[in-house]
């Protein structure tokens, strides 16, 4: 989008200022924009090789270094094959993607992600794996069908993360509060607790953080309660009531003192876990995907802890599940989708590969390639790993693929939420909004 | 240059002559030709066709992944059933309507200060239009956060005061006025137009006035005031065509949110959130073009009222 953006506005400067308009869409419909993307259709059965293929991914710098180490080593066992790396920022990553999925220059190895996946497999963007010679046999079976669709698998989950909230023990301590049972807590104990903590302890420390911007937290709370974000057709299986008491838990807090007030949340929400409550050790509570742990630990300087969400015992049945960090697929147009298929094999079965991987892409999802990496992983992820273990019995099911357009219910969520924060709209206001917005986001 | 049509025979002088000057001249027009080549090519490739090929994708549903699907004029008139595309129209008029004029007001008393002969004015120029140069990019729009933060410079300033702040950036009803003021405070560009306008004016139109009696208001009033309009034209039009495609600001401050709850959604960053981030490119073309007609209405608009204030002393 960087690029995009700065052409975008070269290209207004040249043009005139009448014009200029105009460029930001015309770059973004692109001169190649008027082709279909997939003419070819299907490649040869046997691949000629030495051949090159292109693996995209996002991440920071150092998932970079750490892919490009196993890229080398991949390329050493395969000689005949080259692996072109081609690696941006996340925000970056889908603006790139779809202009060259739509410029017919799809990459062969290309990671996707929960939100997007169904958008590229129904588009034809992505091939059927299973047709592939790819060894999932190690890989639970609940978690392979986070990449599944009616039409197949078109991603194999490289990791797994939880929702789950993280404390900071020591203010739980100072304050004079007893840590809670996770196993047995309410999400009103949640609201109660996190109050407690803010009027015991110091001016500027807050019992939480708000959950509110995280659609994962809804989707926890209406399996709690038999229902589910989406259902297996890709509609919408929330109730407006559910919706509306996953908006009034941050009301809540913030009546009681539990949270910090409507524009102090937003600046903490957008500074990431460096600069969150947990962070700066000003909240004894967050909900968080368990892969953020060790940033925040490292952010805090102290031990933080996981728990379940609340809610997990009183309900109908359990919301937490694990989720897919992300998913490696093949593009259906690759022109070597054998040689594409090996380095997936390689990355999802290689311990070498797990070794310099890690828990970078999730806890790796194959469970014989995470007991191996174990021994490796620093305090935090060892944590991790041991929370997710810990849960992974009650763990009804995996949530099925989020449906076509679900990108944007992020978006719509964090929205909605800062209206009910601000107290622009009631939380039933905003839930019936959420239903509207998201059934056409979907539809 | 080429010399392929110069003949070889010795003819006439004269009739040599005017042959020779019209393959001087055709040689020139090719080199001329040969040297704006790389301009069209870009203006057709880069501009022209892209524009073309959006103006159709307008008419289409095409979500970049798979091939667009001619829809008519449907993405036209779903616009004005979008209550988030209203809410941007909205957040991108009030933007325009008053940063442009705030910044054309200081930065015409800036330039009549300027104006009057300090002594190390150069510097002055050059400090007044850093923000300028510096006001689009993403560093300020990222220093502006800092600014206009909960625990900002803006914040600590007014501690000293006793008045207790709050987060600017981030609460609905104020975030819009920093990017106001980010706007406003990147007034260097007509500042130096204006400043190069004054010098234009000629003394002794000041000079007779003040034989007149006329004081420093009426002088402003009468005389700079008038002689200046074509340049407050310029910038006016300038100003606020620029202001109609602000995207870098509200794109950083907001990290590509257009957040706190839709406040500082401009026009350009929710045509570019709908075309990027929820595949709609077709609708987003037509945002587009709905954006190209409205700063043509504008401007249009501008001219037309030109008429009854601008005046041109030739």
């Not at chain 1, 807050?206 to 937290?217: I, K, S, V």
């Not at chain 1, 409550?277 to 996981?306: D, P, V």
């Not at chain 1, 806890?363 to 021994?375: K, M, S, V, W």
């Not at chain 2, 200081?106 to 190390?120: E, F, H, P, Q, T």
Request: glycine share 10%; hydrophobic share 45%.
């Amino acid at each position: 989008m960087r690029t995009t953006s700065t052409r975008a506005r070269r290209a207004a400067a040249a043009a005139g200022v009448t014009v200029a308009a105009l460029a930001l869409a015309a770059c973004a419909g692109g001169d190649s924009g008027l082709g279909p993307g997939t003419e070819e259709s299907s490649a040869p059965p046997t691949e000629e090789c030495p051949c090159e293929i292109r693996f995209s991914w996002w991440g920071s710098d150092s998932r970079h270094t750490a892919t490009q180490a196993i890229i080398d080593a991949f390329e050493a066992e395969n000689p005949d094959i080259t692996v072109v790396p081609d690696f941006t920022d996340w925000g970056g990553y889908w603006d790139k993607l779809a202009t060259s999925v739509a410029a017919a220059d799809a990459p062969d190895v290309i990671t996707q992600e929960e939100r997007y996946i169904s958008d590229y497999a129904s588009r034809g963007v992505l091939a059927d794996l299973s047709g592939l010679d790819i060894d999932t046999s190690t890989i639970d079976e609940s978690i392979l069908a986070a990449g599944q669709t009616a039409d197949g698998q078109f991603g194999i989950p490289t990791g797994v993360n939880a929702y789950a909230v993280v404390v900071d023990p020591q203010i739980f301590s100072e304050a004079g509060v007893e840590l809670p049972d996770d196993e047995t807590w309410t999400w009103d104990d949640y609201v109660e607790i996190a109050n407690e903590i803010s009027a015991k302890a110091p001016e500027g420390v807050y019992g939480t953080q708000d959950y509110g911007f995280n659609e994962a937290g809804l989707n926890v709370i209406a399996r709690q309660r038999g229902e589910s974000l989406y259902t297996e057709d890709g509609e919408l299986g929330v109730s407006a009531e559910t919706v509306a008491d996953f908006f009034q838990v941050s009301l809540d807090l913030q009546a009681g003192g539990g949270e910090p007030d409507a524009a102090r949340t937003m600046e903490v929400q957008d500074a990431g876990p460096e600069g969150s409550l947990l962070g700066t050790n000003t909240g004894a509570m967050g909900i968080w995907w368990s892969n953020q742990l060790g940033a925040l630990t490292k952010a805090s300087g102290r031990e933080l802890q996981l728990l379940r969400l609340p809610g997990e015992s009183d309900g109908e049945r359990t919301g937490m599940y694990l989720k897919p960090a992300m998913f490696y697929s093949v593009s259906a147009t690759s022109e070597y989708p054998q040689a594409s298929a090996k380095f997936v094999d390689y990355l999802l079965n290689s311990p070498e590969a797990a070794k310099i991987m890690l828990t970078d892409r999730g806890l790796p999802a194959n469970t014989e390639i995470r007991e191996g990496i174990l021994g490796d992983l620093d305090a935090p992820n060892t944590l991790v790993a041991d929370f997710m273990a810990e849960i992974a019995g009650d763990v009804v099911d995996s949530p099925p693929v989020p449906p076509n357009g679900s990108g944007d219910v992020a978006e719509i969520t964090e929205r909605l939420n800062t209206e009910v924060l601000f107290q622009r709209l009631t939380p039933d206001q905003a839930a019936e909004q959420f239903l509207t917005e998201v059934e056409a986001a979907i539809g | 240059m080429s010399t392929t049509d110069i003949p070889r025979r010795a003819g006439v002088p004269a009739r040599r002559e005017r042959r020779r000057s019209r393959a001087v001249s055709r040689g020139d027009g090719r080199a001329a030709a040969l040297f704006l080549a790389p301009w069209f090519a870009g203006l057709i490739l880069i501009t022209a066709g892209p524009m073309v090929a959006s103006l159709y994708l307008s008419f289409t549903d095409y979500d970049l992944l798979t091939p667009p699907e001619w829809i008519g004029p449907e993405n036209y008139t779903r616009m004005f059933a979008d209550p988030r595309f209203l809410n941007a129209l909205q957040v991108t008029f009030t933007y325009v309507l008053v940063s442009v004029p705030i910044q054309l007001a200081l930065s015409l008393a800036l330039a009549l200060v300027l104006d009057k002969g300090l002594r190390a004015l150069p510097f002055y120029r050059s400090v007044y239009y850093l923000p300028s140069l510096l006001g689009g990019s993403v560093a300020v729009a990222i220093l502006w956060r800092q600014v206009f933060g909960a625990d900002g410079l803006l914040n600590q300033f007014l501690a000293v005061f006793g008045i207790e702040g709050q987060g600017w950036v981030s609460h609905p009803d104020y975030a819009l006025g920093t990017l106001v003021v980010l706007n406003v405070w990147t007034f260097g560009s007509p500042m130096v137009i204006f400043l190069a306008g004054l010098r234009q004016i000629p003394q002794m139109y000041y000079e007779a006035a003040s034989i007149d009696g006329a004081g420093r208001v009426r002088k402003f009033v009468t005389i700079t005031i008038p002689l200046l309009s074509p340049i407050v034209f310029f910038n006016l039009v300038l100003q606020i065509i620029g202001s109609f495609q602000s995207f870098t600001q509200a794109y950083v401050v907001s990290g590509g949110t257009g957040g706190p709850a839709d406040s500082t959604m401009f026009y350009t960053l929710y045509l570019y959130l709908k075309g990027f981030g929820s595949l709609d490119m077709g609708y987003a073309s037509a945002m587009a073009w709905f954006l190209l007609l409205i700063i043509g209405g504008m401007t249009a608009v501008n001219f037309l009222a030109s008429k009854y204030w601008v005046f041109y002393d030739d």
